[in-house]
């Protein structure tokens, strides 16, 4: 037995990105749950909205990105943080674990803030585009641009600053832990 926990490496920071991984995937569940009671009570649904396309495509995309960028983008991050400790036996402190806990936070509330945006925006455009007897305002794609979702461009434009700033501070952590000499205690 003392061998196997001899061989068992564990990484700090990897284990931290999946932590938070996996609380951005239950965001997105939540998130989907809540179209999915929305669907099931209330006109119009949000498949009405994202099969109409034009503005309910940015429900999607916001899904997808909250999916792809949140969940799998973080725990990948983790997987880089992973080799970086265990296989290279190289430590994340000092001023590379300051740029670590800014990947992890700002590549998050980035993350989320932006994906959140999108799928309100489409989900509220999209309806307002419906017709009235499927529970829309009947708006044209011109009013829903102009009137929803231009307001959130720029919302949107800064959380993804902030997410792309965190990834950035996230390779400062990684490079500056790699050219460190120092090993892991």
């Given at each position: 037995m003392d061998e196997i926990k001899s061989v068992i490496k564990e990484s700090i920071w990897a284990n931290r990105f999946i932590y938070v991984a996996i609380i951005i995937g239950a965001v997105a569940f939540f998130s989907m749950a809540t179209f999915l009671m929305q669907s099931m009570f209330y006109k119009p649904?949000?498949?009405?909205?994202?099969?109409?396309?034009?503005?309910?495509?940015?429900?999607?995309?916001?899904?997808?990105?909250?999916?792809?960028?949140?969940?799998l983008g973080t725990a990948v991050s983790g997987l880089f943080?992973?080799?970086?400790?265990?296989?290279?036996?190289?430590?994340?402190?000092?001023?590379?674990?300051?740029?670590?806990?800014?990947?992890?936070?700002?590549?998050?509330?980035?993350?989320?803030?932006?994906?959140?945006?999108?799928?309100?925006?489409?989900?509220?455009?999209?309806?307002?585009?419906?017709?009235?007897?499927?529970?829309?305002?009947?708006?044209?794609?011109?009013?829903?641009?102009?009137?929803?979702?231009?307001?959130?461009m720029i919302p949107i434009g800064i959380f993804m600053a902030i997410g792309a700033f965190g990834v950035f501070a996230g390779g400062i952590a990684y490079i500056t832990s790699m050219i460190k000499n120092g090993k892991k205690d």
């Open positions: 649904s949000a498949a009405m909205v994202v099969a109409s396309g034009s503005a309910g495509t940015w429900l999607t995309v916001g899904f997808v990105g909250l999916m792809l960028v949140g969940v943080y992973w080799y970086l400790e265990v296989i290279l036996n190289k430590s994340v402190k000092g001023i590379s674990a300051f740029f670590a806990w800014i990947h992890i936070i700002f590549m998050s509330i980035g993350t989320i803030g932006a994906s959140i945006l999108m799928m309100y925006g489409g989900f509220f455009g999209g309806a307002a585009m419906l017709p009235k007897y499927d529970g829309g305002l009947g708006e044209t794609a011109l009013w829903v641009h102009v009137n929803i979702l231009s307001s959130l």
